[in-house]
């Protein structure tokens, strides 16, 4: 009963931490010396799945030597499938068991047993939460329990912190496009702006904009960011040939640009290490007018939230081009106007 009575005393230890900050780190931390305390453990480390490294990196810990963290990266993969298989991974003894690595280092830090269980994502393995002890322990259900409880909470105090992450970089990409369109006429400064912007808000390979050419029914490149010259080198851009449907004025999702149909310059997009597309229409008033394309160098499901960003982004680009046409055609007409003035003066 003491040790439920020490358990529930931790999630409202943590609760009321969720409920006062918004700080990952600080969320991290508690959740590793919760784990320690809570379970009389030696250390804990909560490791996050870098993807474009494919191995776990630090996220907080405890209890552990800089020696033996930076031992040897965590294999990602192998570790991640063996933990979605079993829900868990139990080591007696680390020192000996085939299953786990780095034997030595283990004896040395002092590590007897070693608990891990993931820390999940909408179903995903986004990391681990390991707690080790110092003395060899067969770990209880109601244990493996608890530490996969405290490693859901961490899964959720990093969807908070990347909501709130993805709110303040929304807004301040909003407040960085609406200022160059009040600050500049410039199509391209602007849309050059916008395609970094895009790029690094969307962690995206690279980004384009393109206008439509009525005439030749060409896309014209207006703006881009992350594409190699020699990729934009590949030849004409054909409205018809080149995902057409974003054209009808919805958005269209490419999840493998090298097998689909639709896309244009197939072979050139595998060489650039171009795999999944998210291509949304730029529109003044009901018309489109050109494209934003988004392109990413691994296969991924735009969510429904991004696809709706990346839609609002470029309908501020399309207002950004009916403010500069208009200043044009203002322009054009007031040199009509002063020709007009000036012929009339020309009577008398």
């Not at 970089?169 to 400064?189: G, M, P, Q, V, Y």
């Not at 050059?192 to 995206?204: G, N, R």
Request: proline fraction near 2%; glycine fraction near 6%.
């Amino acid at each position: 009963m003491a040790k439920k009575d020490n358990y529930f005393k931790t999630f409202c230890k943590v609760s009321r931490k969720f409920g006062s900050t918004f700080d990952r780190e600080e969320l991290l931390n508690l959740i590793v010396e919760s784990a320690i305390d809570t379970m009389q453990g030696k250390a804990a480390s909560l490791f996050l799945f870098d993807k474009k490294r494919d191995f776990f990196v630090k996220g907080a810990q405890k209890g552990l030597s800089r020696d033996y963290l930076h031992s040897k990266p965590i294999d990602a993969r192998k570790v991640v499938q063996d933990i979605i298989h079993g829900g868990h991974i139990a080591v007696y003894d680390a020192t000996t068991d085939p299953h786990v690595e780095n034997h030595g280092a283990k004896r040395k830090e002092g590590i007897a047993s070693i608990l891990v269980v993931p820390i999940l994502e909408e179903g995903r393995a986004i990391g681990i939460l390991a707690l080790y002890t110092a003395t060899p322990r067969k770990f209880t259900k109601e244990e493996i329990e608890f530490l996969s409880a405290l490693a859901e909470q961490g899964g959720i105090a990093i969807q908070r912190a990347r909501l709130v992450r993805r709110i303040r970089e929304n807004t301040r990409i909003f407040h960085d496009l609406a200022a160059s369109i009040n600050a500049s006429l410039d199509i391209k400064k602007i849309m050059s702006i916008m395609s970094e912007d895009i790029a690094e808000a969307f962690d995206v390979k690279a980004v384009s904009i393109r206008l439509l050419d009525e005439d030749s029914r060409i896309l014209t490149l207006v703006a881009h960011h992350g594409l190699s010259d020699e990729y934009l080198k590949k030849g004409p851009v054909s409205a018809e040939k080149s995902i057409a449907h974003a054209l009808e004025g919805n958005p269209v999702v490419v999840q493998n640009a090298a097998l689909d149909p639709g896309v244009q310059y197939r072979d050139e997009k595998k060489e650039e290490g171009i795999v999944s597309i998210l291509c949304v229409p730029i529109k003044t008033r009901d018309k489109v007018v050109g494209v934003l394309r988004l392109y990413s160098g691994e296969e991924r499901d735009f969510t429904e939230d991004e696809i709706m960003f990346a839609t609002a982004l470029a309908h501020q680009g399309g207002i950004a081009i009916r403010n500069a046409s208009r200043y044009l055609r203002l322009k054009e007409d007031m040199e009509d106007l002063k020709e007009d003035m000036w012929s009339h003066r020309s009577w008398f």
